[in-house]
């Protein structure tokens, strides 16, 4: 009976460690779009307020490649990749890439204009649009949340959680060489 008490808590244990380590293995989160995914797909149409309540829309950057990314100013991971995004804004800009930051923080418009200012970060933010939700049209479930764009409009790659600079450095690269 012991024994099999013992097999019973193993298999339990089992069924709740596989999942885990099957999603931190999954596409999602090593770069490539989801399974059922079409590749590439169209971005959402999202429209975004700038940090003075004015409307942009993404397909304002058509033409150009676009890494955007879901953040907030009390998440520890977003503020770790933030000083990476600014090189490859600094070092990619002249080549067509256009790093957009979207902030889901509460009071956006209070808080990180002083925040960008502290961090030192000049690529564009904005802050989400509470009437129109762009978080949701792009399934953001977890922040940071990346999304590479092409210059056709098209997501080619997305990472959830904190993408390391020597994964999106290539993806993005690639993208501005228009090979995917």
Known sequence: ???????????????????????????GTSGATPPGTPTPRPAPDSKFLTMDGKTVSLSDYKGKVVLLDFWATWCGPCRMAMPGLQKMHETLKSKGLVV?????????????????????????????????????????????SLYLIDRKGNVVRWWRGMAPETVLLPAVEEALSGKK
């Open 1 to 27: 009976m012991n024994r099999n008490w013992v097999s019973a808590q193993i298999l339990v244990l089992a069924l709740l460690i596989v999942p885990v380590l099957a999603a931190a293995q999954s596409p």
């Open 100 to 144: 957009l930051g979207v902030s889901l923080d509460k009071n956006p418009h209070v808080q990180v204009p002083p925040f960008l200012k502290k961090m030192e970060i000049t690529y564009t933010n904005f802050a989400d649009n509470p009437k129109d939700p762009c978080s949701l049209k792009w399934n953001v479930q977890a922040i940071p």
